[in-house]
């Protein structure tokens, strides 16, 4: 008899353990698990390509990453009861990477072109940029001077509107010109020496170069005016549900001025497009 109750106790106790792990368990997928919306469905991820540049897409001091497009794409997907996935691209191939299905849009600070409407469904047009030329100050007098450019080594990102206008700008038909694989590099290749201007957003600029940053000693050559540009988010072509859908949540959001309060957090807000 006593032999029964120690197996039925000692059964007890297994029983008892294996429910205590079994709550553990269960607590920890709790709590690492999928987010969700109010109503306890799982967020569906929302995978956005981004290259990294402030003020749009950057790592503060925090390791966090920041900036306008990231606020304003979280603000959107948070509408639509989407997780945002931020991923790296490389831009040069940015429409692959979204055709294959690698990312679901490009949020980027993407200049709206015939090409890229004719290749990808864009938004409507958010906000206004244009494409400058960055020397370090010590030069500015110099290249102030169209007929300086010539022979100058310029540099831009691959793929980009400041490759565009590289290419295609007169001022720039005897310039020694590089395509590099992203602005942040553009802005290096000009702080090492090996280049003698980049050419940029004029968004970029406003976040990147001058007092407070790491090019203190850039500016924008100011006797250039290179075409005003437009930004917009580009979606897979023919996938109008999506863009339609976000095109609605990003109205909205214009509307009650959540928009405004990150772009004004940004210094951006006077070029926003409503």
Not at 65 to 87: D, I, M, N, S, Y
Not at 99 to 127: E, L, Q, V
Not at 159 to 180: H, P
């Amino acid at each position: 008899m006593k032999k029964i109750l120690s197996i039925i106790m000692a059964l007890a106790m297994l029983v008892s353990i294996t429910a205590m792990f079994a709550s553990c368990g269960s607590n920890e997928e709790a709590s690492t698990g999928a987010e969700t919306n109010a109503d306890g469905t799982e967020k569906e991820t929302f995978v956005i390509g981004i290259t990294y540049f402030e003020p749009m897409n950057y790592f503060n001091d925090n390791n966090e990453l920041v900036g306008f497009e990231t606020e304003f794409a979280k603000a959107v997907c948070a509408k639509l009861g989407l997780e945002p996935k931020f991923q790296e691209i490389d831009w040069k191939v940015k429409e692959t990477e979204l055709n294959s299905g690698a990312i679901d849009c490009i949020w980027n600070g993407m200049t709206i072109d015939d090409d890229r409407k004719a290749n990808m469904g864009i938004s409507d047009p958010y906000m206004e940029n244009k494409q400058v030329l960055v020397v370090k100050k010590d030069n500015l007098e110099k290249f102030s001077d169209p007929a300086n450019l010539a022979d100058a080594y310029i540099v831009a990102e691959e793929g980009s509107a400041g490759e565009t206008v590289a290419t295609e700008n007169s001022y720039f038909a005897d310039s020694n010109f590089t395509a590099v694989a992203t602005q942040a590099n553009a802005l290096m290749e000009v702080k090492s020496g090996t280049a003698d201007a980049a050419i940029v957003d004029f968004v970029l600029s406003i976040g990147s170069i001058g007092e407070g940053t790491d090019y203190s000693d850039f500016v924008v050559v100011d006797a250039y005016d290179f075409n005003p540009e437009e930004y917009g988010i580009a979606f897979r072509k023919g996938d109008t549900e999506t863009r339609e859908k976000f095109q609605k949540a990003i109205d909205e959001l214009m509307a009650d001025g959540t928009i405004d309060k990150i772009a004004e957090k940004y210094k951006l807000k006077d070029l926003l497009i409503k």
